[in-house]
C-alpha cells in the first residue's frame, strides 16, 4: 500500500477495526445463543 492511500484511510481505520471487531463480537454472541 503506498503511504498516499494509507494517509487518506488512516483516519477510518480505527472505525473499520471496531466496526469488523463488534462485527464478530455480534456474530459470536448471536451463534452463542
Not at 492511500?5 to 471496531?18: H, K, S
Not at 464478530?24 to 448471536?30: D, E, H, I, P
Amino acid at each position: 500500500m503506498q503511504g498516499l492511500d494509507f494517509t487518506v484511510v488512516a483516519p477510518y481505520w480505527d472505525l473499520l477495526l471496531i466496526g469488523a471487531w463488534w462485527t464478530a463480537v455480534l456474530t459470536v454472541s448471536a451463534g452463542a445463543l
